[in-house]
């Protein structure tokens, strides 16, 4: 009889133990970079289900409390997002966090070396006006009407501006590519965010820009660069006031 109580009261102690629910797990935990040592770790944990978060220790330890069924959200910076839930065992889990590095692939970047020169004063020399007409020479004589139309109308003269300012994007574009050898040999000191307003300011001649040598460019443009730059400083002074 005694026997049986005491089978009965460890039956009776057994289910209580198993039966008995945690209120609140305790999770503890680290994370760890096996490529290399990491002396400083920013470790966030965000409980998704209730929307809490807490920060882990410096060298990635981690202890919180969460319910069983969780999940947690656990972020380093550098590295990709890890998850996991929730699963107690006598209220405790423990998680390692193996961590992954972000990895990042950006678009091809090509690089223009400067240009030389030699090869600026070639471009220099080659700028010239396209031709926009579709009737010309001989062919006035034989369509003067058609050279009419093509002079007066408005297709014409939409070419013509067309051309025009794609001709004046060229003398730009040697201009701009001049300024950017200056600015690495210390020639001039100018920011590439001006090049734009100071090549307006310039309005340098076609003719000039051909034909001068390239002392006798440097030294124009320096000497506008001096006229262009005391300007603006009067500009600010002046808006300062």
Do not use: W
């Not at 966030?44 to 978060?53: A, D, L, P």
């Not at 223009?112 to 396209?130: F, G, I, V």
């Not at 574009?173 to 001049?178: C, G």
Request: proline fraction near 2%; aromatic fraction near 12%.
């Amino acid at each position: 009889m005694r026997n049986c109580l005491l089978i009965l009261v460890f039956l009776c102690f057994n289910h209580f133990v198993l039966g008995q629910e945690c209120s609140s797990i305790e999770v503890k935990g680290s994370v760890v970079d096996t490529t290399k040592a990491q002396p400083f770790y920013n470790v966030v944990i965000v409980n998704r289900s209730t929307g809490v978060g807490v920060f882990g220790s410096p060298d990635g330890t981690f202890d919180f409390k969460a319910k069983e069924g969780d999940e947690i959200t656990l972020s380093v910076t550098g590295y990709k997002i890890s998850s996991f839930v929730v699963m107690g065992y006598n209220c405790k889990q423990f998680k390692t966090i193996v961590l992954s590095l972000v990895t990042y692939q950006s678009k091809e970047v090509i690089v223009k070396p400067l240009k030389t020169l030699e090869e600026l004063k070639k471009e220099r020399q080659e700028l010239a006006l396209k031709e926009t007409r579709t009737v010309k020479g001989i062919d006035v004589m034989v369509s003067p009407i058609s050279a009419l139309y093509e002079r007066f109308s408005k297709i014409g003269k939409s070419k013509t501006l067309a051309a025009k300012l794609e001709h004046q994007d060229d003398i730009n574009n040697v201009l701009q590519e001049l300024l950017r050898l200056y600015v690495s040999y210390d020639v001039v000191d100018l920011d590439e965010a001006e090049f734009v307003d100071f090549i307006q300011f310039l309005n340098i001649s076609e003719d000039f820009l051909k034909s001068a040598s390239d002392y006798q460019l440097i030294l124009f443009i320096k000497d506008k660069l001096e006229h262009y730059k005391s300007l603006n400083d009067y500009y600010y002074q002046k808006k300062d006031k």
